[in-house]
């Protein structure tokens, strides 16, 4: 992931981690049409509950500069964890 880089020891031993906001999208034209897309939460939101609070600006902010898909379903996931079906 782009601009993604090593946490220090001190970030680990406060409880940061490397955060995503997983997103479903869909093509508006084809809904069916739909990938995954991540967006890199690890500055803003070291930990799950910061992330799903800080989700709704982030994927408001995503939205507008993808006017073409839609964001169907979405998720906040540590880098490490394994990849779940949203």
Avoid: Y
């Amino acid at each position: 992931m782009k601009g993604l880089r090593a946490l220090s020891a001190r970030e680990l031993d406060a409880g940061f981690l490397p955060m995503f906001l997983v997103m479903s999208v869909c093509l508006l034209a084809t809904p069916a049409t739909c990938h995954e897309e991540r967006i890199d939460m690890t500055r803003g939101a070291p930990n799950p509950f910061i992330c799903m609070r800080n989700s709704q600006s982030a994927l408001a902010e995503w939205q507008g500069s993808h006017p073409d898909l839609t964001i169907k379903a979405w998720r906040c996931a540590a880098k490490a964890s394994p990849s779940k079906d949203l």
